[in-house]
Every structure is written in structure tokens, then in C-alpha cells.
């Protein structure tokens, strides 16, 4: 077998993607705080609207990826995966990944202007209507039924809905626009307040066709789905990196038996090989976000292996996290348990890291291991 290695640009981050980080964490810092989002996990609300509506309108974090003749920056996917590996540095309750991330890219795919204009702007938040555990490697199933302009059904398990207007409603007939309150959101219980999963129910909700089902439909969808995958790795990377800050620092300056507990090797040793799982996830999202911004055709072997890495890191930098933090690692007060609920959340969203390395085995024509009986 032979594999052949596709010609990539610099993965190191630009000037651009430095300053766009500084403007996202100086805002993230002072507007989205973990205790801020804590409290938040306890409250009605639980998405930020108003930092999202910041986020969105003012830095123009929805328009990255959108051209400038439709409204947006003008930019590609390797900015708005830096602009993910921030939020999740915050956990921050925003519907950046739904909105900004599966729904543009859908969209672009598909041409609808207008609603990119909206999106991309600020002015609206759309989710496209498919269970945050789908993984994306094939053709999407749907329980939606189309009925002339009507539609009947329900979807289980979708993220960021809760805070959307606009729902994109993938069917057998096509690609429907529904208005939020046409139709029925109901929230699920999910181990993650700060990305709150709903199921969605359609009763004759009255729907606007805004692309034909088909091959290109269905390409699009799947192509939604591996941007998504992309900007969720960027995301687990961030977390993965604010949990080893978090624990160096406390390290650093708790004592213990008189004695620094930073000072005693086991525990640099367990730091150091956090600190390298770390690296190599690094390396594998920026390789993903660059295929995402030029279209490489190695994308989907590119998500597949980001999430496989990515997914499995930031859970463990998460349990590291709360290890070394000692008893108060364990408490509600104490950060730690929103990174590790949101690792263990996302390590299910868009496909486990098993269905990608599976996906990855027939992507380069690994075979299979024989079974012996």
C-alpha cells in the first residue's frame, strides 16, 4: 500500500489568526468568566446571548468563513478554528459550532446567499436539524416527512437549537427553513450545561424549500459535517491547553509538606506527558482547519484524525486537571468539572473517536484485523 502525503501550507498561526485570538480572549476574559459561566449552568439562560450577540456582530466571529460580497470577513475556516479553540479555552456558552460553524458551511455549500448575509452579521443564529452525534461519513438519515409546505417529525439530540431562529431541516424532499417558533424545542437533560442539547418537534410547522434533494444536497450535508468536526477538534485543543495552564499554575504555587507540589517529578512527569498529547492534537487540527480553508480532498481523512486525537485528549487533560487539583478539583466551586463535562459531551459529538478511527482504517485502506476463532 502506498500512501502519498498532500502538499499543505504553514500551519503556523499567522499574524491575523494571533491578533484575532487576543481580541476573542480579551473579551472572553472579562465577559465570560468561569465563574460567570458557572452561574449560568444554574440559571434559566442557559447560552449567553448577549456575548454571543458581541461575539457575532461586533468582533465578527459568524462571518470568518464568508466571502465579502456576501456580508462576511472574507476569511477561511483556519480563523474561525482559532476562533473555536478559544471558546473552548472558555467553555463559553455561545452557539458558535452550530451557527457559525455546521449551518455556514451548509449554507455556503449551497449558495443561499441571503441567509449567509444574516448569519454572518449577527443578525440571526441558524442550526441545521441533525443529532450532535452524528457522525459525518455518509448520507444523513432523517424522520422528517414533508407534506406540501408542511412538515411532521422529530430530531433528537440537536445542539445550539435552543438559542436559534433559524432551524435548516435536512428531509428526503429537500432542504426546508423553519422559524423557530413554528416549532417545538424541548431541552434534554445533557451532562454539559454550557452546550445544551434540544429535540425539536415539527406538527405541520409551516417550511421554506431552499434547496432540492439530490447528490449535491446530500454532499453538502456530510461537507457541514466535517467543518463541524474540524472547529470541534479546534475547540477540544483549546480546552485541552486551559487545562494544563490551570494546572501548572496551581501547581506552581501549592504547597505541600513544605515542598512546592510542582517540585516532585511524578507529578512533572504526568504535566510533560499531558504537555505532548497536547502538540500532537495541536498538529492534527491546524493540519485539519488548513484542508477545511483550501479544500483539500484530504479532509475528510484530516477530520477523521483530528477527531480521533483531539477528542481523547482534551478528555484526559480534563481528568488530569482534576487529579492533580487535589480535593478541590472535585468541588462545583472549582472550574475543572466544566472542561471535563465538556470534553466527555464533545468526545460523542459528530462521532466518537472510535467511529473516526474506523472511518480513518477505510479512508487509507487499512484493512481490517482477522478474527481468530
Not at 437533560?189 to 410547522?205: E, Q, W, Y
Request: proline share 4%; charged share 20%; glycine share 8%.
Amino acid at each position: 500500500m502506498t500512501v502519498t502525503t498532500p502538499e499543505t501550507g504553514n500551519l503556523l498561526y499567522t499574524d491575523i489568526e494571533d491578533d484575532l485570538r487576543q481580541s476573542v480572549r480579551s473579551l472572553l476574559d472579562k465577559r465570560c468568566q468561569w465563574g460567570d459561566v458557572l452561574a449560568r449552568t444554574e440559571s434559566a439562560e442557559l447560552i449567553d446571548t448577549r456575548l454571543w450577540g458581541t461575539l457575532a456582530g461586533e468582533l465578527g466571529c459568524a462571518a470568518m468563513p464568508v466571502p465579502e460580497d456576501l456580508g462576511g470577513a472574507g476569511g477561511s475556516w483556519r480563523e474561525a478554528a482559532v476562533v473555536a479553540e478559544e471558546l473552548g479555552r472558555a467553555v463559553a456558552p455561545v452557539p458558535f459550532l452550530g451557527s457559525a460553524g455546521i449551518a455556514t458551511a451548509l449554507l455556503l455549500e449551497l449558495r443561499v446567499t441571503e441567509l449567509l448575509a444574516q448569519i454572518a452579521s449577527g443578525e440571526a443564529t441558524a442550526v441545521v436539524t441533525i443529532p450532535f452525534a452524528t457522525a459525518p461519513s455518509g448520507a444523513v438519515e432523517t424522520s422528517v416527512e414533508v407534506s406540501g409546505d408542511r412538515l411532521r417529525g422529530k430530531v433528537s439530540g440537536v445542539v445550539d437549537a435552543g438559542s436559534a431562529g433559524i432551524l435548516l431541516v435536512p428531509t428526503a424532499a429537500g432542504l426546508f427553513q423553519v422559524t423557530v417558533d413554528d416549532a417545538t424545542v424541548t431541552e434534554s437533560v445533557s451532562l454539559d450545561m454550557t452546550r445544551p442539547i434540544s429535540d425539536i418537534t415539527f406538527d405541520d410547522a409551516p417550511a421554506r424549500k431552499i434547496a432540492d434533494a439530490g447528490s449535491e444536497l446530500d454532499q453538502a450535508v456530510v461537507k457541514a459535517l466535517h467543518i463541524g468536526a474540524v472547529l470541534l477538534a479546534s475547540e477540544q485543543l483549546g480546552l485541552a491547553e486551559r487545562c494544563l495552564d490551570l494546572t501548572v499554575e496551581y501547581l506552581a504555587t501549592r504547597r505541600q509538606f513544605a515542598r512546592l507540589l510542582g517540585s516532585y517529578q511524578a507529578l512533572k512527569h504526568r504535566l510533560a506527558d499531558v504537555w505532548v498529547l497536547i502538540t500532537q492534537a495541536r498538529a492534527v487540527a491546524r493540519y485539519a482547519a488548513e484542508c477545511a480553508a483550501t479544500g483539500s480532498p484530504d479532509l475528510p481523512v484530516a477530520v477523521a484524525l483530528a477527531q480521533a486525537t483531539c477528542s481523547e485528549v482534551a478528555q484526559q487533560a480534563a481528568e488530569e486537571c482534576i487529579q492533580l487539583h487535589g480535593g478541590i478539583g472535585f468541588t462545583w466551586e472549582h472550574p475543572a468539572h466544566l472542561y471535563l463535562k465538556r470534553a466527555k459531551a464533545d468526545a460523542i459529538g459528530l462521532g466518537t473517536a472510535a467511529a473516526h478511527r474506523t472511518a480513518l482504517a477505510d479512508l487509507i485502506d487499512v484493512p481490517a484485523p482477522e478474527v481468530r476463532t
